[in-house]
């Protein structure tokens, strides 16, 4: 392909990624906490998909908050300054601290700013008897770290790691953050208009999740949990393709839909690879959507699942996928978009 319709794909794709962070987390935010019903979530967006009606914008929560900081790092300071990082992850919660903040990394805010950023991964270390949070705030904000490291893979891994240590230092929190970012990369590199296989997708994460998983965790049995969850993704989509019906609570069951990241990003992966085909009581031909739409559906931590599911779908569909009706119903499209490009420009393109 030239090289400017590349950059052109490319560009879509940072778009699509950033948005999807955005739009899932707007969408989902209402129904965070909820069991989760697939024929409310489908009225849901019936209304804000249809004829558009003003009404007031769906706020974007802490997710993309985060997300925001890192894809800033990286405009400012390309070569990823974890300090600065740290110093942004905190203006912004003093300056909107009305986002839905987890509690814990509330206090990790706190002693940064009152420890004046002297050692800023130790409050984090320090957190839940030192054992540190396994939470999901880590993959929730990745987007921009999987984008601009689009061409380096271990730089990638490095930067990820080092982002997500600032709040969240258990094994279960960073590798979560890491399992997020891989997948980004991988649906970053796939055709828009092809589906990816979801055996050979799940087969490529848990390859990539081997060569992290490699530490005893000290509070857990299975020291390759990870691994163990994406295995059940690819079963779970096994079963379905030879066309048995996996219902939502089935799904949740299995891989969760909790706060926790090793029960919630797992699941996104799940959501965006089941999404790329129809789904019984979802009505929609666009997948991007569907994606999202399906998220929701499963309730718990809809906002972080849906963001999170909604970045690797955007990552693998672009811009063109996401329709002008879903954006219109959120806060900050503009914005998201103007960083999104500025991110491209300080991208490395080999
Ligand atoms: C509110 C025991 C632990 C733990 C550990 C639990 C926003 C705590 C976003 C903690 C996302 C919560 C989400 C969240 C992102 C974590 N032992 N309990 N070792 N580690 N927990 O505070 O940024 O929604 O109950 O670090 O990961 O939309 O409060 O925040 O859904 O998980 O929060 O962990 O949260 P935090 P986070
Ligand atoms: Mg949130
Ligand atoms: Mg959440």
């Given amino acids: 392909m030239a090289a400017a319709k590349l950059d052109g794909l490319l560009k879509g794709k940072f778009r699509g990624c950033m948005l999807g962070t955005l739009l899932g987390d707007c969408l989902g935010a209402p129904f965070e906490g909820e069991a989760g019903s697939k024929v409310v979530v489908q009225k849901y967006f019936e209304k804000i998909d249809g004829p558009y009606k003003k009404s007031p914008q769906k706020r974007y929560t802490d997710d993309t908050a985060m997300m925001k900081s890192v894809a800033k790092c990286l405009i400012d300071k390309p070569s990823m300054d974890f300090k600065y990082l740290a110093n942004l992850f905190v203006k912004e919660y003093y300056n909107e601290p009305r986002r839905g903040y987890g509690a814990n990394v509330v206090e990790v805010f706190h002693k940064l700013r009152s420890s004046k950023f002297e050692d800023v991964y130790k409050p984090a270390r320090e957190q839940f008897n030192g054992t540190g949070s396994y939470g999901n705030g880590g993959a929730m904000r990745m987007a921009p770290i999987p984008l601009f490291f689009n061409n380096n893979y271990e730089a990638m891994i490095e930067a990820a790691t080092n982002a997500t240590r600032l709040t969240h230092t258990h094994s279960i929190g960073i590798n979560g953050a890491l399992l997020q970012a891989i997948a980004i990369h991988q649906s970053l590199m796939l055709d828009p208009h092809e589906k990816a296989d979801h055996q050979i997708y799940t087969k490529k994460l848990i390859e990539k999740m081997k060569a992290i998983e490699t530490e005893d965790i000290h509070d857990l049995l299975d020291h390759t949990p990870y691994q163990t969850q994406l295995k059940k993704v690819a079963e779970l989509l096994n079963l379905e393709t030879s066309k048995k019906e996996i219902s939502e609570d089935e799904v949740v069951a299995a891989l969760g ?25 979802i009505e929609t031909d666009n997948p991007f959507r569907r994606t999202i739409q399906y998220a929701i559906s499963l309730g718990g931590d809809t906002d972080t699942i849906a963001a999170m599911a909604g970045s690797i779908a955007g990552a693998h569909y672009g811009e063109e996928f996401i329709g002008e009706n879903l954006r219109k119903h959120c806060e900050f499209v503009d ?15 080999s």
């Fill in 335 to 349: 914005e998201i978009i103007e960083i999104s490009d500025e991110l491209f420009k300080v991208t490395p393109i």
């Fill in 257 to 281: 839909n909790s706060i926790a990241a090793l029960h919630s990003v797992p699941t996104s992966i799940y959501c965006y690879l089941k999404a790329q085909n129809e789904i019984a009581g």
